[in-house]
Structures are given as structure tokens and as C-alpha cells.
């Protein structure tokens, strides 16, 4: 991270309630100065059996994440859910069902997606996520998607969107929305926000706006899909995010 990048993760940190950084957190393991692994399994080996934030005691695993290590499509969810804990894989419950069919909806499965959410432990209660753990377990997210180099990352609501984005805004300003993130978390990606509701996928927000968000993409066919909805950017062919 140069200094413009150090900056701004912690003008992040400042924006959501993080008061403190716990430096040891960082370097709790010998070699942790050195430049971090950028494989996914190098990544979930750093973790490790992790004790960084308070989560740790009541949970029973870490869910890292699951699928295509080479996805040009991420989802990324704001934390486990009791189903998640239980199995050690996200998006399994109620909502992975319902992300399930939205990714169906677009013509491609689980596999040919990268599944992971900020948390990797789930709140007690399913709460929301803390400032504390979010800073604790957004190193970790910034490496996953630096391993992956998605395309597109989909943000599932609230503390999603403001972690990959790095913004304290409401979801209601960012939903919908398209945004180039060249310098936020490397490499260059279009993140993409939405709200996920427990419901059918036919009567969600979110199916409609991936399935116009994805229409006319396929993995590996190297075309940067468009959203042509009112209010949302698209790629423009310099590199930056254009209004539609």
C-alpha cells in the first residue's frame, strides 16, 4: 500500500468508529512484515486459528470463503450466519439459497463464482459487524480479492459496500451504483452495490440489478459488462467508471 492508499483505509477506519489499531494484531506471527501471501491458501493459512478481535471464543469456524479462485465475479455479504458457522462455507442459509438463484439467473453457478463476506466469524445474534472487527478482518478481504482479481465485485448490502469501498456513506446512497476502484483496493476492479432481501429472487432488487448489471457476460469472454439503469456507472474503454 503506498501512503494516498494507507491514508485512506484510515480515514475509513476513523469514519466508522475505529479509534485504535491494535499493531500486534498485524504482526502477530513471525514474518508478518513481510510482503503477504497472495494465494488464497496462503491467505487462509495467515489467518490461521485466529484470535484477532473478539468474535473468536463463541464461534465454531472461520469461514474463509468458497469457489472460483480465478472469478471474474466476486459476492461479497457483510458476515456468517448460524448456518454458515455450523459448515464453514458462506452464504448457505436462507440468503445462500437466495444468492443461489441469482446466480442462476445470470447463467452461471457457485463454482464459477468467489463467494466470502467481511467477517470471517459470525456476531453473536447475527448482529451487525463492529468497527473493531471490520478492521480487524479487512486486511484479509483486501488480499482475497487481490488474489482473485475479479472483474466485478458485487457488494450484498450495508458494511459490504462500505468496506470494499472504503466510504462510511448509506447504502441507500451507494445502492444500485457502479464504482471504479482503481486505487481503493488493488487491482482495478467495478464494484457494484446492492441490498439483499430475504425473499423470492424473482421479487428481489438485487436478481434484477445483477442480471442487468451481468447481461451479456460471460467468464472469460474479457467484456466488462454494462448496467444501463438510471444512476449507474458503467467501464468506459479508458478505464474509468461513466455515468449511463
Known amino acids: 500500500m503506498n501512503s494516498d492508499e494507507i491514508a485512506a483505509q484510515l480515514e475509513f477506519f476513523r ?30 493459512a495467515d489467518i490461521g486459528d485466529c484470535q484477532r ?37 458462506p452464504f448457505v442459509g ?17 463454482e464459477d463464482v ?36 475479479p472483474k466485478i465485485v458485487c457488494c450484498l448490502g450495508t458494511f459490504a459496500a462500505q468496506t470494499v469501498l472504503q466510504t462510511a456513506s448509506s447504502i441507500s446512497k451507494l445502492r444500485g451504483k457502479f464504482f471504479d476502484l482503481h486505487r481503493a483496493v488493488p487491482p482495478p476492479f467495478l464494484a457494484h452495490v446492492c441490498r439483499c432481501r430475504r425473499l423470492p429472487a424473482p421479487d428481489t432488487d438485487l436478481r434484477l440489478r445483477t442480471h442487468r448489471t451481468c447481461r451479456g457476460w460471460k467468464p472469460g469472454n474479457g467484456a466488462v459488462p454494462e448496467a444501463r439503469s438510471g444512476g449507474v456507472h458503467r467501464w468506459g474503454s479508458n478505464g474509468s467508471a461513466q455515468r449511463c
Open 114 to 149: 468467489y463467494i466470502c463476506n467481511v467477517l470471517k466469524c459470525r456476531p453473536p445474534e447475527n448482529r451487525n459487524p463492529e468497527p473493531d472487527e471490520v478492521a480487524a478482518c479487512n486486511p484479509f478481504l483486501r488480499r482475497q480479492l487481490a488474489s482473485i482479481r
Open 53 to 89: 478481535c473478539k468474535l473468536a471464543p463463541a464461534r465454531t469456524h472461520i469461514v474463509f470463503g468458497s469457489g472460483n479462485p480465478n472469478a471474474e465475479l466476486v459476492f461479497v455479504g457483510e458476515a456468517p450466519g448460524y448456518d454458515e458457522d455450523q459448515q464453514g462455507l
Open 15 to 44: 469514519d466508522i468508529g475505529v479509534d485504535s489499531l491494535a499493531v500486534g494484531a498485524v504482526c502477530d506471527r513471525p514474518g508478518a512484515h513481510r510482503a503477504p501471501l497472495q494465494d488464497l491458501d496462503g491467505i487462509r
Open 94 to 110: 436462507r440468503a445462500g439459497q437466495l444468492l443461489t438463484k441469482i446466480i442462476e439467473s445470470i447463467n452461471l453457478k457457485r
